[in-house]
C-alpha cells in the first residue's frame, strides 16, 4: 500500500463505523483503480487530481452520512427539544453553507475545465509537492473545520462565525489560487 492509500484510508475514518464496515473496502478498491489509471496516463497532475478529488469527496460525504446515521437511530422525544426546532433547522443551514468551499471547488473544477490547473503545478512547491495543493488542502481543512463545528454546536452565532472566518476564507483562497500561482509561476521566470 503506497502512501496515498493510507492516506486515503486515514481519511475515510471520517465514516461513521456503520457505514465503513459496508462500503470502505469497495471505496479503498476505486480508488486503487483510479490511481493505477492515474499512474498509467503520462498527464501531469492526473495522480494529485485523483488523491484530491477522493479527498474532498470524503469531507464532503462524510459529514451528510454522519447527519444520516443520526436521524436514522430512534430516540425518543424530548418536549424541550422539540421548542428548540427552528433553531436546529438555522443551525442545519449552517452546516450546508459551510459545506460551500467544497462545492465551489467541484464546480470550478466541473464547469471551468482548466482553470484549476495552475494549482497542480510544480513549481510552486513545497516539500515537493505543488504549492497549490498543499495550500488547496489548507484551505479544505478550513473548510472542513467549518463544516465540524458548524455541525457540533448548538449556538447559531457559534455556527455564523465558523461560516465567516473559516468557510468564506476557504472560498476565497480556492477562487484566488489558481491566479496566485500563476503570478508566482510568472515571477519566477
Do not use: C, F, K, Y
Given at each position: 500500500m503506497d502512501r496515498a492509500e493510507r492516506v486515503y484510508g486515514w481519511f475515510l475514518r471520517a465514516y461513521p463505523d456503520s457505514f465503513r464496515s459496508e462500503y470502505e473496502a469497495q471505496m479503498r478498491t476505486v480508488f486503487r483503480?483510479?490511481?493505477?489509471?492515474?499512474?498509467?496516463?503520462?498527464?501531469?497532475?492526473?495522480?494529485?487530481?485523483?488523491?484530491?478529488?477522493?479527498?474532498?469527496?470524503v469531507l464532503a460525504t462524510a459529514p451528510v452520512q454522519h447527519l444520516r446515521k443520526e436521524r436514522l437511530v430512534s430516540q425518543p422525544v424530548d418536549p424541550a427539544a422539540v421548542a428548540v426546532g427552528p433553531s436546529t433547522r438555522r443551525s442545519r443551514v449552517f452546516v450546508v453553507l459551510t459545506t460551500l468551499p467544497f462545492v465551489l471547488w467541484v464546480a470550478l473544477s466541473i464547469l471551468a475545465p482548466g482553470f484549476m490547473d495552475p494549482i497542480y503545478a510544480n513549481p510552486p512547491a513545497i516539500a515537493g509537492i505543488p504549492a497549490g495543493i498543499v495550500i488547496l488542502g489548507g484551505a479544505f481543512l478550513l473548510a472542513g473545520l467549518g463544516v465540524l463545528i458548524a455541525d457540533r454546536t448548538r449556538s447559531d452565532l457559534v455556527a455564523l462565525l465558523a461560516f465567516l472566518f473559516l468557510s468564506i476564507p476557504a472560498m476565497v483562497v480556492i477562487i484566488l489560487l489558481p491566479a496566485i500561482i500563476l503570478i508566482v509561476q510568472n515571477l519566477a521566470v
Open positions: 483503480d483510479q490511481l493505477r489509471d492515474a499512474r498509467a496516463s503520462e498527464e501531469g497532475g492526473a495522480v494529485p487530481t485523483v488523491v484530491v478529488r477522493a479527498l474532498v469527496d
